[in-house]
T-cell receptor, first 113, second 109 residues
Framework: NAGVTQTPKFRVLKTGQSMTLLCAQDMNHEYMYWYRQDPGMGLRLIHYSVGEGTTAKGEVPDGYNVSRLKKQNFLLGLESAAPSQTSVYFC????????????FGEGSRLTVL | GQNIDQPTEMTATEGAIVQINCTYQTSGFNGLFWYQQHAGEAPTFLSYNVLDGLEEKGRFSSFLSRSKGYSYLLLKELQMKDSASYLCAVADSNYQLIWGAGTKLIIKP
């Protein structure tokens, strides 16, 4: 049972390049989230999805796009990377328990030069 | 605005007890979460409180006072492996999580 898996784990981009982060889950989560984590700040929500084919903007969506064509996959795209997007990105799925706890992927460390 | 406050860093001794506080101001409240995050790793769920009072889970306990907008995480019998960041998060009226910046806990022998 892999849980929530992110690829790639590390990536270095040049300003203006594009890339896609893939989040795959085998836990049947309806809700999935993309966060970024920066030093001295709390996790900030970029985009989220409440089910296959549906996405919504979070707190910091500018410069990012997402797609949820299949329930098990949630993709985060950077159209034209900027140094301000240097961060650690976490994908998470919301569990079926009453608490609604989140199950996180291992994280993807992105550096934009 | 919405705000979660927790201390940036705390230091404690192996075998001792430490209390990490979290205060919050959010638009609505649908529960408070504590997560543990070791350096370079993903956050993992520790506890959830939606009603006032203390929830105990082994060496870890979490307390909530909704009227005071306050919670704490209590760690007993500290072990070196407890060195980590502890993240407080509140689910607002839309069930979106608002996260604190985290408290880095350093355990000394």
């Amino acid at each position: 049972n892999a849980g929530v898996t992110q690829t790639p784990k590390f990536r270095v981009l040049k300003t203006g390049q594009s890339m896609t982060l893939l989040c795959a889950q085998d836990m049947n989560h309806e809700y999935m989230y993309w966060y970024r984590q920066d030093p001295g700040m709390g996790l900030r929500l970029i985009h989220y999805s409440v089910g296959e084919g549906t996405t919504a903007k979070g707190e910091v969506p500018d410069g990012y796009n997402v797609s949820r064509l299949k329930k098990q996959n949630f993709l985060l795209g950077l159209e034209s990377a900027a140094p301000s997007q240097t961060s650690v990105y976490f994908c998470a799925g919301r569990g079926p328990s009453d608490t609604g706890e989140l199950f996180f992927g291992e994280g993807s460390r992105l550096t934009v030069l | 605005g919405q705000n979660i406050d927790q201390p940036t860093e705390m230091t404690a001794t192996e075998g001792a007890i430490v209390q990490i506080n979290c205060t919050y101001q959010t638009s609505g409240f649908n529960g408070l979460f504590w997560y543990q995050q070791h350096a370079g790793e993903a956050p993992t769920f520790l506890s959830y409180n939606v009603l006032d009072g203390l929830e105990e889970k082994g060496r870890f306990s979490s307390f909530l006072s909704r009227s005071k907008g306050y919670s704490y995480l209590l760690l007993k019998e500290l072990q070196m492996k407890d060195s980590a960041s502890y993240l407080c998060a509140v689910a607002d009226s839309n069930y979106q999580l608002i996260w604190g910046a985290g408290t880095k806990l350093i355990i000394k022998p």
